[in-house]
Nanobody, 123 residues
Framework: QVQLVESGGGLVQPGGSLRLSCAAS????????MGWFRQAPGKEREFVAA????????FYADSVRGRFTITRDNTKNTVYLQMSGLKPEDAAVYYC????????????????WGQGTQVTVSS
């Protein structure tokens, strides 16, 4: 069992930056691919970024590549999403998730989810 708690959301102006954190409980954090997803009102949950377990391999949605960076600190059981160059269309509830599989992008491939943190991009 893995419990995930996100933090770091808030209001930011277009072009600004924000860093989200996701703290995971349990001793098997290093055995999970950690991902970030987002869901805007009226839209489906979409993949943002993920970091494979056991390696430094990361992958991103095209819409955020070059602006967002996912990192993980296995000593702290925490995964981060550094967001820069934020746009109004990045506004959503951001969710952290954990998957046993590698290289997964579909929400259905993830086994555990956090409660989400709101990101608002507005001037």
């Amino acid at each position: 069992q893995v419990q995930l708690v996100e933090s770091g959301g808030g209001l930011v102006q277009p072009g600004g930056s924000l860093r989200l954190s996701c703290a995971a409980s349990g001793r098997t954090f290093t055995s999970y691919t950690m991902g970030w997803f987002r869901q805007a009102p009226g839209k489906e949950r979409e993949f943002v970024a993920a970091h494979n377990w056991g390696s430094s391999i990361t992958f991103y949605a095209d819409s955020v590549r070059g602006r967002f960076t996912i990192t993980r600190d296995n000593t702290k059981n925490t995964v981060y999403l550094q967001m820069s160059g934020l746009k109004p269309e990045d506004a959503a509830v951001y969710y952290c998730a954990a998957a046993r599989r590698l290289g997964v992008r579909s929400p259905s491939d993830y086994d555990y989810w956090g409660q989400g943190t709101q990101v608002t991009v507005s001037s």
